[in-house]
C-alpha cells in the first residue's frame, strides 16, 4: 500500500460525506482511508460503515470517545501505507493532493514531510487572525524557511500534509499533553533533522469555523505554543547563538515577558531588550537594559530573538535587522 489517508471523526456526519468525496476521486489509484470514528454520537459512525460498503478503500476504526491524539495514534497503529497523509473531516481535498505529494516523496528521498498550500474557506474578515496565518503558511515553502521560522507558529496546516510512516517508527508519533500536538511534532522531527517542504499548488480547501479545536481548546491558545516551543527554541539558541545563554529580546511588553518565561525558566537570559516605545527606552527589565532600536548591537556581538507578537511588528523589526547585518536562523530568530 502506497498512501494511508487517516481522517479523524467526531461528530462530522454532516461535512463527512464531501470530504470522503474529495478523497475518493483522487487520481492516485493506490491508498486507503483510516477514518477513525472517536465515539461520534450523531450518526457519524453509520455514514462511514455505509460508504465503506460501497468503497473498500474506506477502513473505519471505531473507538470510544479519547480524543484527537488516542485517535491519530490508533489509526496510525493500523494504517499500512508507505506514506500517511492527514486530512480533517470537514475539508476537501483538491483531485491531485495525493499524487502530487507522493510523487515528490518517491522522487525525493531527503524530504520526510511535503505539505500543500492550503485555500482558506473561512470569513477572511470575521476570521482576520486565522486568515493571516494562512497568508503566512502558504509562504513557507522551501525546507531552509520551514526550519527558520518554525518557531514563529505551526509552520503547517495539519490535513495538509503527509509524511514516511518510518518517521513515526524513528521519532515517534503524537503526544498528549497541554500543547497542540501537530506543532510538537513538527518541531521534533525538525529538532531530530526531518526535512520538510511545502509544494507551491493548494492541495487542500482549508474549513475554519468557531467549533473548531483550534478555537475551543486550551491546548492551542497563544500561551500553549510557547510552553510547547520553549524546550526546542532553548536547544536551539544553544546550537546557533555564540553568546548563549543570553540574548537580546526584541519586546520589553509585559505580554512578551510573561510569554518568554518558559523559555526563561530553561536558563535563556536577557541581556537587554529592545523596543520601540520612547517611554520604556532607559529601563531596566529583569536586570537588563531596554534600548532603542538604533543601539542594537553588531550581529558579531549579540544574537537576536525577536519575540513581539503584535500584529505586524515583524514587517517592522525585520527590515531593521537584516540593515544592521542580521541573518535570520543564523544570528537571530523569531518567535512570535
Not at 27 to 51: H, K, N, Q, W, Y
Not at 205 to 225: H, I, K, M, N
Request: aromatic share 8%; proline share 6%; with cysteine.
Amino acid at each position: 500500500m502506497k498512501i494511508s489517508v487517516l481522517l479523524p471523526v467526531y461528530n462530522e456526519r454532516t461535512l463527512l460525506g464531501e470530504a470522503l468525496d474529495s478523497l475518493l476521486a483522487q487520481t492516485e489509484p493506490d491508498f486507503e482511508i483510516v477514518a477513525v470514528d472517536d465515539g461520534s454520537t450523531d450518526g457519524t459512525a453509520d455514514l462511514l460503515d455505509a460508504r465503506a460498503r460501497q468503497d473498500s478503500r474506506l477502513r473505519p476504526l471505531h473507538l470510544p470517545h479519547g480524543g484527537i491524539v488516542a485517535a491519530l495514534n490508533a489509526g496510525l497503529a493500523v494504517a499500512q501505507g508507505r506514506y500517511i497523509a492527514r486530512m480533517d473531516a470537514d475539508d476537501v481535498a483538491r483531485p491531485d493532493r495525493l499524487r502530487l505529494q507522493a510523487e515528490l516523496l518517491d522522487r525525493r528521498p531527503e524530504v520526510g514531510l511535503v505539505a500543500g498550500r492550503v485555500r482558506f474557506l473561512g470569513d477572511a474578515q470575521a476570521q482576520a487572525g486565522m486568515a493571516r496565518f494562512v497568508g503566512w503558511t502558504n509562504g513557507l515553502l522551501s525546507a531552509e524557511r520551514i526550519s527558520c521560522e518554525r518557531f514563529v507558529e505551526s509552520p503547517f496546516v495539519h490535513p495538509s500534509v503527509m509524511f514516511r510512516r518510518e518517521l513515526v517508527e524513528q521519532f515517534g508519533g503524537y503526544r498528549a499533553g497541554d500543547f497542540p500536538e501537530d506543532y510538537e511534532l513538527w518541531l521534533r522531527w525538525l529538532e531530530a533533522g526531518v526535512r520538510m517542504e511545502k509544494l507551491d499548488a493548494e492541495l487542500l480547501d482549508w474549513r475554519e469555523r468557531p467549533q473548531r479545536l483550534t478555537r475551543t481548546d486550551p491546548r492551542y491558545g497563544v500561551e500553549a505554543f510557547f510552553r510547547c516551543k520553549a524546550p526546542y527554541l532553548a536547544r536551539r539558541l544553544a546550537e546557533i547563538n555564540p553568546q548563549h545563554p543570553r540574548v537580546v529580546v526584541w519586546g520589553a511588553g509585559r505580554v512578551t515577558r510573561l510569554r518568554l518565561r518558559p523559555l526563561f525558566e530553561l536558563g535563556i537570559e536577557p541581556s537587554a531588550w529592545i523596543d520601540i516605545d520612547r517611554n520604556k527606552i532607559g529601563w531596566t527589565v529583569q536586570g537588563a537594559p531596554v534600548l532603542g532600536p538604533g543601539d542594537l548591537p553588531q550581529p558579531a556581538e549579540t544574537f537576536v530573538l525577536a519575540a513581539v507578537g503584535k500584529r505586524g511588528a515583524r514587517e517592522l523589526i525585520e527590515p531593521v535587522l537584516r540593515r544592521r547585518g542580521f541573518v535570520v536562523g543564523r544570528t537571530c530568530l523569531f518567535c512570535a
